[in-house]
């Protein structure tokens, strides 16, 4: 028994030992170790960093603020006012029961409505959406023309014998009623400008005109440099020029009108 007792005794010894260096060991380097690696982890749990917001936006408020202004945008014309008089809302943004049978230049009264989401008021400022207008009995190309706008072309000689047409689109002002299509093609006489001053073409041809600056300020390059190395066609030329400019039987050469 004492023999075998040997052998246990020398091997506890020998763990408390091992369990004493390895204690050491973790106290002296180990721990060190461990405690580097285990700043960094404490430090990024300690700073976690800049932070952001997010701003959530429920869907449901989203479709209701939109799907109004997505309704309301289709009925109403933009050039619709609001809460304005019935009877001085555009064409565009009533409807009338319209006769057609009406004579011709006679005043005549109409029933009308307010369109969809078009609010307007009466005389006494109370909300109304039925009223009567008061028009002449005429359709909208019969409309005088300071009635209505049309597009100029640029393409067509002012200054000709017969005087040239051109056919163009004319639409009624907002504010003005009549029966019919409120667009409609129109023959109008060429009389677009290209922005050039009878004035200076006429002061030209008096001081300068010898020398064929009348002609190069109308655009006219040949009768201006034969003006010039003839010096005036010696005179008479430059008399002949004062002469047509100033009755405005000499033009632009792109065929415009004085300013």
């Known amino acids: 028994m004492a023999a075998a007792a040997g052998p246990l005794l020398c091997l506890?010894?020998?763990c408390?030992?091992?369990l004493f260096l390895s204690q050491f060991y973790i106290l002296s380097g180990g721990g060190s170790l461990n405690l580097e690696h285990s700043q960094p982890l404490?430090?990024?749990i300690k700073d976690p960093g800049p932070t952001r917001t997010f701003t959530v936006v429920p869907r449901a408020a989203v479709s209701r603020e939109?799907?109004?202004l997505s309704h309301?945008?289709?009925?109403v014309p933009m050039k619709c006012p609001s809460s304005g008089l019935c009877s001085r809302l555009p064409a565009d943004c009533i409807d009338c029961a319209t006769n057609f049978s009406c004579v011709y230049?006679?005043?005549v009264t109409f029933d009308c409505t307010v369109k969809p989401s078009v609010t307007c008021v009466d005389q006494d400022f109370k909300s109304q959406k039925s009223f009567i207008i008061n028009m002449t009995c005429r359709f909208c190309w019969q409309l005088p023309e300071t009635d209505y706008e049309c597009s100029n072309s640029t393409s067509c000689m002012t200054v000709s014998c017969p005087r040239q047409r051109y056919t163009t689109n004319c639409t009624v002002r907002d504010h003005i009623h009549c029966l019919g299509n409120r667009t409609f093609p129109k023959m109008l006489y060429?009389?677009?400008t290209g922005g050039y001053k009878w004035s200076t073409a006429m002061a030209?041809?008096?001081t300068l005109g010898g020398f064929g600056a009348d002609r190069f300020y109308l655009g006219q390059w040949r009768e201006g440099l034969g003006k010039l190395f003839s010096f005036g066609g010696l005179g008479i030329l430059t008399l002949i020029d004062v002469l047509l400019i100033g009755v405005g039987y000499v033009g632009l050469a792109d065929g415009s009108l004085y300013i």
Do not use: E, H
Request: hydrophobic share 35%.
């Open 16 to 18: 408390r030992v091992l």
């Open 42 to 44: 404490a430090q990024a």
């Open 72 to 75: 309301l945008s289709q009925k």
């Open 204 to 206: 030209l041809s008096i």
């Open 190 to 192: 060429c009389n677009w």
């Open 12 to 14: 506890r010894r020998l």
């Open 66 to 68: 939109n799907k109004p």
């Open 105 to 107: 230049g006679k005043p």
